[in-house]
């Protein structure tokens, strides 16, 4: 009837839930990967407290706040409007040329911590 074609009385199928999966991955393509970590939360090396992470990301995420851990155990936390492993690719180079362009490598650099200990 015309009144069911126009206000149907039942509700259509519920939607399967799909299960969201967060933390950050790696996309296995690109040079930033060695440097990352597959997490879905961190811990803070000094505070132990523990963070976790909301939102699905990998390298190519952009609009992201991130952390290096330095192996000394101090943290960078640093944001970037970009995708990360662009980020990750100038710090690297940065601490390589040893450009002192920010404080982590600034803090690289004197500390004669090489660019592989980024992660």
């Known amino acids: 009837n015309l009144k069911e074609m126009l206000v149907p009385s039942m509700l259509p199928p519920a939607i399967a839930e799909i299960p969201l999966i967060s933390g950050h991955f ?50 960078y936390v640093g944001k970037t409007k970009r995708k990360i492993k662009t980020r990750m690719a100038e710090h690297k180079s940065c601490i390589r040329r040893e450009v002192h362009s920010a404080p982590l490598v600034e803090h690289w650099v004197r500390e004669s911590h090489v660019y592989t200990d980024l992660k």
């Open 26 to 75: 790696l996309c296995g393509k690109c040079s930033t990967c060695p440097f990352s970590l597959s997490i879905n939360s961190f811990t803070h090396l000094i505070t132990q407290k523990e963070y976790p992470l909301y939102h699905y990301m990998n390298c190519n995420t952009s609009q992201v706040v991130y952390v290096i851990t330095c192996p000394c155990k101090l943290l």
